[in-house]
């Protein structure tokens, strides 16, 4: 399949193939559901989601993953090579035999993807070096913007969209905070044993917990009225984000929308999951049933097939396609 992917994207070049199946292999390990959803994307399409996300996780991993032993200064200097690499890949510079970065430059420089997109991203993973918690929903968007939401903007040259893109992009932004929102309420207590609080401090407040309750919870495995009236709290505040990404769904190029509705089915279940399991994200991680999976992943498959059918002859262009070693091309509406 990846063979089958690089051809049709048009990726020859063997350290850039071996690059992006680096990259693949990151999104199948560590993002189960979205990689579960790419595959329902057209087949030339799926190398710069694998490469998007691989580079999202390769930083990531860095501020999370570099072991109990690294130190704070560690992992900034680790950050800061990624950074340099990653600025000088993107002005044409190379990537310094990083892969990740490699094919991230390709993906950027392919879809024309705006570079601050980049950099907005890097300034949210040092943020987490340093900032353990958030005093109001305000200040944890402005985190979310570079961590999540611009993830979101950075998808939309690759799905394609059938509106003028920045009709779509308010959508693609709040589809990423949703995403990560619901990661922050499944991961509560794993991101707590790291001395973080995604949760804001005004929320937890407004029903009478605080940052020293869920240690207390997630210390002792005993659940707590208050911290459990907060995580639904922040279960309701996340899906009002989802009912601000759905309308975004109709403006992607449709062969790219059941790729985008299943990840949308998929983490809006995991909500579900957490709400049938008592609200219990402080002791035990919530998952969606393979069978629920498998559900939505049929579904997706009907989808794309469908959608196939109709885009031979009938679909309207997608504002951008990919154009190898090339400019993207621009639609008229886009274009005027």
């Keep these: 399949m990846t063979r089958r992917e690089l051809d049709a994207a048009g990726v020859t070049d063997p350290a850039l193939r071996d690059a992006y199946t680096r990259c693949r292999r990151l999104n199948a390990a560590h993002g189960r559901t979205y990689f579960l959803a790419t595959r329902l994307l057209p087949v030339e399409r799926r190398p710069a989601v694998h490469a998007l996300y691989g580079f999202a996780r390769w930083a990531d991993d860095i501020v999370d993953d570099m072991g109990a032993d690294a130190t704070d200064a560690e992992r900034a200097a680790a950050l800061d090579l990624l950074d340099g690499r990653l600025r000088r890949a993107l002005a044409g510079g190379g990537a310094d035999g990083e892969p990740v970065v490699m094919?991230?430059?390709?993906?950027?420089?392919?879809?024309a993807i705006d570079?601050?997109?980049f950099t907005d991203f890097m300034a949210s993973m040092r943020?987490?070096?340093t900032v353990t918690d958030y005093p109001t929903y305000a200040d944890l968007r402005g985190y979310m913007h570079g961590s999540a939401a611009v993830i979101g903007l950075q998808m939309l040259p690759v799905l394609g969209t059938v509106t003028p893109r920045a009709e779509?992009?308010?959508?693609?932004a709040a589809l990423g905070v949703a995403f990560q929102l619901t990661n922050f309420l499944r991961d509560v207590g794993e991101d707590l044993d790291r001395g973080r609080v995604y949760l804001p401090a005004d929320l937890l407040a407004a029903h009478g917990a605080d940052r020293a309750l869920l240690e207390w919870s997630r210390r002792t495995g005993r659940p707590d009225p208050r911290v459990t009236a907060a995580l639904r709290a922040a279960?309701?505040?996340?899906?009002?984000?989802?009912r601000e990404a759905a309308p975004g769904l109709a403006m992607l190029d449709p062969v790219a929308r059941p790729c985008i509705r299943a990840a949308f089915v998929l983490y809006r279940n995991i909500?579900?999951?957490?709400?049938?399991?008592g609200y219990a994200v402080?002791?035990?991680r919530a998952v969606v049933s393979r069978s629920r999976r498998a559900v939505v992943a049929a579904d997706g498959l009907a989808r794309v097939l469908t959608a196939r059918l109709r885009a031979r002859g009938t679909a309207p262009?997608?504002?951008a396609l990919p154009v190898p070693y090339g400019k993207p091309v621009h639609d008229a509406k886009e274009a005027g």
């Design 317 to 319: 262009a997608p504002t």
């Design 271 to 277: 909500l579900d999951a957490i709400a049938a399991d």
């Design 282 to 284: 402080l002791h035990r």
């Design 103 to 111: 094919a991230l430059a390709d993906t950027a420089r392919r879809y």
């Design 127 to 129: 943020d987490d070096l």
């Design 168 to 172: 779509a992009a308010p959508h693609a």
């Design 235 to 242: 279960e309701d505040l996340t899906r009002g984000v989802y």
């Design 115 to 117: 570079v601050g997109h």
